[in-house]
């Protein structure tokens, strides 16, 4: 007996220490929380990999204005004679030598001088496109801080429901207790102890579901931060305390106009469009290059050929632009006016934005103040009604409704709190100044 006494102890310590490493458990504040989300999110290398794209196009750009130097080389058999008639003076007739193989080799160099300023406007153009997605990024990273932020909230919220439940549900289990009691010396009726049975029971029930949304909560917060979905996050308790005086609504409308990550992406790329429309009427215009090459050939027993060397100026103009209609000017004039209003609606958007976030969080902030005085009032009448029912002059059901009406405005203190919180960051994101330490 002895002996299974000690393996059902070892078994014991081995599961739990089994469980208490499955359940990692991590403190994180919401800052820290922010940061592990910029560095793992998935949508930031998809913009990482745009950057790259654009860097690339940009180099693109670049490599134009280089000089271009192609060579080239063939070597060719001749399995039949060739009829070789030379028209030289004394060298006629079409006997000639017998030519099985030809070598020939040439090399060409291509030096842009003038394009119409296609090169020059094509880099510059590929600048505000770089600069453009980098700017993206920033404001995709302001948008991820937020949805962190939210998650956070979200698990901040259940894990205090669960405190509140819990300590009511403590409460609740002895005053079950002491009722039993009084039922068994005939002080109460049966059916006054299963009211306050009942009462336990959809409390047990509140705390499950806050427990669920938790584990929800808690999973969502791990594969937002790309931590193992096992982690127990333990939130800040004291970061619905961080929310600042709200300053008058233009002040955050100016914030937006300038801080905006999006809306400065807009006119990067506006900016190239500009220069897409010069680039597309540069078409119309002559390219001129500087050229050079050399040839080289040998045709045995006929004919060598070496240090071929030419030098010059090339021009090339395309002069079926003369009738035809240059449609890359009017896509690029398109795409202009297309930027234009576009930008127009962005900063209608961000007007209605600020002004909806910033009521928003006015009224969260008020909500606090309602819930808070909701609480103390619940809580003094359930102390009220608790004296009554004590000395007989409030029944059960008054009693019960008392206490579930505490729970529900406590809960609602700590909830409007966070939402306040969130709230507020919430308006610094659209102002585009929601700070990532």
């Not at 549900?169 to 009726?189: P, V």
């Not at 209003?341 to 009521?359: C, F, G, M, P, S």
């Amino acid at each position: 007996m002895k002996r299974i006494n000690n393996s059902v102890i070892a078994l014991s310590l081995f599961v739990g220490i089994a469980n208490a490493n499955a359940q990692e458990k991590k403190n994180l504040s919401l800052d820290e929380a922010v940061q592990l989300g910029i560095q793992n999110s998935k949508n930031l290398k998809i913009d990482a990999a745009k950057i790259e794209e654009a860097t690339a196009d940009l180099l693109e750009a670049k490599n134009r204005q280089l000089p271009e130097l192609k060579v080239s080389g063939s070597y060719m058999y001749l399995p039949i004679k060739p009829n070789v008639d030379i028209k030289l003076p004394g060298m006629s007739g079409g006997g000639g030598p017998e030519v099985h193989q030809v070598l020939y080799g040439s090399a060409n160099l291509s030096v842009p001088i003038y394009s119409g300023g296609r090169i020059k406007y094509g880099i510059q153009s590929a600048k505000y496109l770089v600069e453009a997605s980098k700017l993206s990024t920033e404001n995709d990273k302001t948008a991820i801080a937020y949805n962190v932020a939210q998650a956070y909230n979200n698990l901040f919220k259940a894990n205090q429901s669960i405190k509140v439940f819990e300590e009511n549900l403590a409460a609740s289990q002895k005053r079950d207790e002491t009722f039993l009691k009084m039922e068994n010396n005939g002080l109460i009726a049966r059916n006054d102890r299963l009211k306050a049975n009942l009462q336990t029971s959809n409390i047990e029930l509140q705390l499950l579901e806050a427990r669920n949304n938790y584990n929800i909560a808690n999973i969502n917060m791990d594969l937002l931060l790309g931590l193992p979905e096992t982690t127990e996050i333990e939130v800040d308790q004291n970061y619905i305390e961080e929310g600042s005086e709200v300053k008058p609504v233009d002040f955050y409308v100016n914030e937006a106009r300038e801080n905006r990550k999006d809306l400065q992406a807009l006119v990067q790329q506006r900016k190239a469009a500009q220069l897409g429309t010069k680039a597309a009427k540069a078409e119309n215009l002559p390219s001129i290059a500087f050229t050079g090459g050399y040839v080289a050939a040998d045709i045995p027993k006929f004919l060598t050929v070496y240090n071929a060397i030419n030098v010059g100026i090339g021009i090339s103009y395309n002069l079926s632009n003369i009738w035809k209609e240059n449609s890359s000017l009017r896509q690029s004039q398109a795409r202009e006016k297309q930027l234009a209003a576009t930008d127009e609606l962005l900063n209608d958007n961000i007007k209605l934005d600020v002004n909806r976030e910033y009521q928003n969080t006015d009224f969260s902030k008020k909500r606090i103040a309602v819930f808070e005085k909701s609480a103390e009032q619940a809580n003094e009448n359930y102390r009220i009604t608790k004296n009554k029912y004590d000395n007989g002059l409030a029944t059960m059901t008054e009693l019960l409704d008392a206490d579930a009406a505490q729970i529900a405005a406590n809960v609602g203190v700590i909830n409007a709190k966070a939402d306040a919180a969130l709230a507020y960051r919430k308006l610094l994101q659209t102002t585009g100044t929601l700070t990532i330490k």
